[in-house]
């Protein structure tokens, strides 16, 4: 017989089943499901501070859970989902389908199985005699390069009670994540001149400069796998373009190019020294040939989205007492990106540490297991033991 969420926890499965129908895609508000928590946790006598956007339709919520002392731990996720636009689903994503042990749904892994654990928690929390504050943290726009935690990393900065210690809930299947690269992702225009193609020599062809600019980049690429940290796959900083689009037709010299590049750099790497030195070429190397034939050309850069790394010791007092909370002893890295490196940036020791895999995030019929939201469950209880003895 398989497990069954209601036979575990009904309380858990309502919870799940709530936050589940609210469409939080990033491009959507998250604002009723933000409400949702709000009031639960004021069914329980517990305050919510919500963080919003400028237009009020986004927020990020921070609670904290007593005493009123400095540290305690952190639990954190983002509310926001991934779009299931062009996605072959076979369920209704915005729906909780339970079938076979698995929970389905938008979110389900990344990473609304993990709040709707936190919440049930909190009844228990709330009765504990905590030693140590409890800090809830969730935030929006995660999805679209780690926006909305921002301004919520300010509102914990500002405030007298920080927390030093976070789980980020992300999917990892319970075992602990100590550490990811880095991310910057940026825009490169070219702005050339046009003319006929019969005149070549008069114009400036903004695809061919940025094709120096792309084969720049990649040269810049290879001494970058000199520095390298076992730990990560692979072991060493990239660097690559992903996107570039150019060119009206062939007998046009094209006026704009522009391309998208990436970064992804271990913790220790100095990222910005190879962008910087993208950057220089195309301004000391590139602009002034441009500029000899037309002087309103020009190349510009962007960045189009970033985070920085995360990096906890893992033989750290906290890592090692997440790794007996959720019972494994199975210490790694990740490839994808997390909030968890903000927090870090902080100065608050982050693991991540959640239920699901990113195998099933961002896919059709993404999904959680029964027994990844009971290990969380577990795991959380044992959080609790730790911080009420
Ligand atoms: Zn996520």
Same mark, same amino acid.
């Given at each position: ?111 609304? $199985?993990?709040? +709707? ?8 929390? &709330?009765?504990?005699? @905590?030693?140590? #504050? *409890? ?67 008069? $114009?400036?062809? +903004? ?8 084969? &720049?980049?990649?040269? @810049?690429?290879? #001494? *970058? ?84 790394? @995360? ?79």
């Amino acid at each position: 017989m398989s497990d069954s969420l209601a036979d575990f926890s009904p309380s858990l499965q309502h919870i799940f089943k709530e936050l589940l129908q609210f469409d939080t895609v990033s491009r959507n508000p998250n604002i009723a499901l933000i409400r949702f928590i709000e009031s639960y946790l004021n069914e329980l006598g517990i305050d919510s501070q919500l963080i919003m956007n400028d237009e009020k339709t986004k927020a990020n919520l921070y609670a904290r859970l007593v005493p009123q002392t400095e540290g305690g731990v952190m639990l954190s996720g983002h509310t926001d989902v991934v779009p299931v636009d062009g996605q072959n689903w076979t369920v209704d994503p915005f729906k909780l389908t339970e079938l076979d042990g698995k929970c389905y749904g938008r979110g389900s892994a990344d990473m609304k $199985g993990f709040i +709707a654990c936190v919440l049930e928690s909190v009844p228990r929390f &709330k009765e504990s005699n @905590l030693r140590l #504050p *409890l800090h809830l943290a969730f935030s929006y726009d995660e999805e679209i390069g780690c926006l909305g935690v921002r301004s919520l990393i300010e509102h914990i900065n500002s405030s007298p009670e920080k927390p030093t210690m976070c789980i980020v809930g992300e999917p990892t299947n319970m075992e602990p994540v100590y550490g990811h690269k880095g991310k910057v992702a940026m825009r490169c225009n070219v702005h050339g001149h046009p003319c006929h193609s019969a005149y070549a020599p008069q $114009g400036v062809n +903004a695809i061919e400069y940025a094709a120096k600019l792309v084969n &720049k980049l990649t040269d @810049l690429a290879e #001494p *970058l796998k000199e520095q390298q940290d076992e730990r990560f796959d692979p072991p060493y900083s990239t660097l690559q373009t992903g996107v570039i689009k150019g060119g009206t037709a062939l007998n046009i010299v094209p006026e704009h190019c522009h391309f998208d590049l990436e970064m992804r750099y271990l913790p220790q790497a100095d990222h910005s020294a190879s962008l910087n030195a993208l950057q220089d070429y195309a301004k000391n190397t590139l602009e002034p040939k441009m500029q000899s034939v037309n002087a309103n050309t020009g190349i510009q850069f962007e960045v189009l989205a970033s985070y920085p790394p @995360l990096l906890t010791d893992p033989q750290s007092d906290f890592a090692q007492w997440v790794a007996n909370w959720s019972n494994s002893q199975n210490f790694g890295t990740v490839a994808f990106g997390t909030e968890g490196g903000l927090f870090d940036e902080a100065g608050v020791a982050t693991i991540v540490c959640g239920p699901g895999s990113m195998e099933q995030g961002h896919k059709p019929d993404e999904f959680v297991s029964v027994e990844q939201l009971k290990s969380c469950h577990h795991m959380l209880e044992n959080l609790r033991d730790w911080m009420s003895e």
